[in-house]
């Protein structure tokens, strides 16, 4: 890594600079390191019901404290948008890492409870910051910087629990905090490889204002905020209650469970793929072409047991990531001086809207049965197709980024 400094500034970001392969894979590996210890706690949640005589509603407190910071991610942009990100993504995957790994060990429930709140906090804001690097570093080939960054996430949330369960079954409970070490170690690593960069606004400091970046988003924000809402309980069907439909049809819990990591590991892929199409062949139309499909396949996944779901699993891993990427990206492109308050923004409006639809979602299963809710949430994904529409035409396809 070069040490002299590179200025990348909001303004060359979105233009015509070339795609740094180097630095936005640096930035979706610290998205991946983040992730890895955020999603400790669903593994490491029947360890603490058990020695602390937790009811299921203490327990799902947890999850709720760890991810309402999100809602503070639209001031933790505005304020990353007036300082230099790089620092931000290398230690917040270190405090994550230590807040989480402490669980193992934590002796009383509102310690626990600090402790995830700590790594939420943490969390919200690495992932308010990271998202606006990740594209100021993808000069013309935003979407494909953007998928990148996505395919992170999914990598991380795969790792993470695999890690934390090997530890608790072959050691103890009590062995997770020498798991810090590998976010200190990934976070020292982030530190050397992003140093050189310089990505302090330079910008006027008006042009980075709250008013401002909230006056290029309002265009926006009606289409979105409904595109999110209908796919909250797409995500939550694909996630949460997959391997539950799975189940309800006979298969096996453990291919039910497999048939989960299948659609995460293909979903990585379907965010890049998707991210890096809409470079080329427009935002707008890859959204609408990939939103069509969806409600499709999860009316075949409910009306095709059996076998032929596999191929159902694949194609929903490749379409459910590309609205959040191409939403993602049309989001910064509106708001190249804000970006980091576009993306929390987008990522406050994901959280409540995720949080709800799986709600809506248990109820319409417990109230008619898990199919027909699925029935229903592909009838809602097919009803925002219209509300694609509303968002901004496709810009000019950028030229001369370089290729990986």
């Avoid at 995957?93 to 626990?112: E, N």
């Avoid at 910087?145 to 079954?169: D, M, Q, R, S």
């Avoid at 097919?382 to 370089?402: K, R, V």
């Amino acid at each position: 890594m070069p040490h002299h400094s590179v200025d990348v500034n909001s303004h060359q970001g979105s233009s015509g600079e070339g795609f740094q392969t180097g630095n936005v894979l640096t930035v979706s590996l610290a998205h991946a390191l983040n992730d890895v210890y955020t999603s400790f706690l669903p593994p490491l949640l029947p360890v603490l019901i058990a020695r602390m005589a937790l009811s299921n509603t203490q327990a799902g407190l947890l999850a709720f404290m760890q991810s309402s910071p999100s809602l503070l991610q639209p001031l933790v942009g505005h304020l990353a948008d007036r300082a230099s990100l790089q620092y931000l993504v290398v230690l917040m995957p270190a405090l994550v890492a230590t807040a989480m790994s402490l669980l193992g060990v934590a002796p009383r429930y509102a310690v626990v409870a600090l402790l995830v709140t700590i790594a939420g906090l943490a969390s919200a804001t690495f992932h308010a910051s990271a998202p606006a690097m990740a594209g100021r570093l993808s000069g013309g080939r935003l979407g494909r910087g953007l998928g990148f960054w996505t395919v992170g996430g999914y990598l991380g949330y795969a790792i993470g629990p695999v890690l934390v369960a090997t530890t608790i079954n072959f050691a103890t409970p009590r062995s997770t905090p020498w798991l810090m070490i590998g976010g200190w170690a990934g976070s020292a690593f982030l530190y050397f490889r992003l140093r050189g960069l310089s990505l302090k606004p330079t910008a006027p400091s008006t042009t980075h204002s709250w008013r401002r970046g909230m006056e290029n988003m309002r265009p926006l924000l009606l289409p979105v905020a409904g595109i999110v809402m209908a796919r909250a309980m797409a995500f939550s069907a694909t996630l949460t209650f997959l391997p539950t439909l799975l189940t309800n049809q006979g298969v096996d819990l453990w291919l039910a469970g497999i048939s989960l990591s299948l659609v995460q590991g293909v979903s990585a892929a379907g965010a890049l793929l998707a991210g890096s199409a809409s470079d080329h062949m427009g935002r707008r139309s890859i959204a609408f072409a990939t939103t069509a499909v969806a409600p499709v396949l999860l009316l075949a996944l409910v009306a095709l047991p059996g076998w032929p779901q596999v191929p159902v699993l694949i194609g929903l891993g490749i379409v459910m990531p590309a609205t959040y990427v191409i939403l993602l990206a049309l989001m910064q492109e509106c708001c190249p001086d804000n970006r980091a308050l576009a993306t929390g923004v987008l990522l406050s409006m994901t959280f409540i809207s995720e949080s709800l639809g799986a709600v809506i979602l248990g109820v319409l299963a417990d109230l008619f049965s898990l199919s027909l809710a699925f029935v229903v949430t592909a009838l809602v994904l097919a009803a925002s197709l219209p509300l694609i529409l509303l968002l901004p035409q496709d810009p000019q396809t950028p030229q001369g980024s370089s290729s990986i």
